[in-house]
């Protein structure tokens, strides 16, 4: 099974906002309420942002939000800041009781 | 303390097996699956398998079937990661990653990785 679809790669200047999407198929994305998104820092661990589509665990800024439409999920960032600058990836489960995540997107703050 | 702690990193040539660790602690070791994702360098994520702690049954991604076993030892809250015939793509950080038990495929605690090396 393919990789989720993710741009390699966005940008946006301080303060804007962004939204990366994340496009899969009717046998992930478009099957389940169960897409996540992670931030990762090189060097470091994913960290969860997201989970369930639009759900924040406790501590995870509200500038980060989560929607889905059809096969594609997409995660945006409001108020850019220059920590953002960094990967994210989303994941979803699948028909066949597995875990696939996106190829990763790099985020750039101008 | 809720944590996963990784074994140390390993070099392997092509060819050998390896077996990595991930020991759980500060938190109910039955009530969370345990993931194994990897990364190799400049990559991204790709999912590998899982082990339900309850039963010790396990699931892996299509692409690892017969060449990786995720086992369990429940007393010591530790799980293990075996793959086989390594060649170098292997070559990545191995991350466990803890996920709910239930309805729920998001990884809420990551290890902090185990870095192995395929080269001959």
């Known amino acids: 099974q393919s990789a989720l679809t993710q741009p390699a790669s966005v940008s946006g200047s301080p303060g804007q906002s962004i939204t990366i999407s994340c496009t899969g198929t009717?046998?992930?994305?478009?099957?389940?309420?169960?897409v996540s998104w992670y931030q990762q820092y090189p060097g470091k661990a994913p960290k969860l942002l997201i989970y369930?589509?639009?759900k924040r665990p406790s501590g995870v800024s509200n500038r980060f939000s989560g929607s889905k439409s059809a096969n594609t999920a997409s995660l945006t960032i409001s108020g850019l800041q220059a920590e953002d600058e960094t990967d994210y990836y989303c994941?979803?489960?699948?028909?066949?009781?597995?875990?696939?995540f996106g190829g990763g997107t790099r985020l750039t703050v101008l | 303390q809720v944590q996963v702690v990784q074994s140390g990193a390993e070099v392997k040539k092509p060819g050998a097996s390896m077996k990595l660790s991930c020991k759980a602690s500060?938190?109910?070791?039955?009530?969370?699956?345990m993931h194994w994702v990897r990364q190799a360098p400049g990559q991204g994520l790709e999912w590998m398998g899982f082990i339900n702690p309850t039963d010790a049954t396990t699931r892996y991604a299509q692409k690892f079937q017969g060449r990786v076993t995720v086992t369990m030892d429940t007393p010591t809250s530790t799980v293990y990661m075996e793959m086989s015939s390594l060649r170098s793509e292997d070559s990545a950080f191995y991350y466990c990653a803890r996920v709910p038990m239930g309805p729920f495929w998001y990884v809420d605690l990551w290890g902090r990785g185990t870095l192995v090396t395929v080269s001959s």
């Open positions: 009717s046998s992930d994305v478009g099957s389940f309420d169960l």
């Open positions: 500060g938190y109910i070791f039955s009530n969370f699956y």
């Open positions: 994941s979803s489960y699948t028909v066949s009781g597995t875990m696939i």
């Open positions: 369930e589509v639009f």
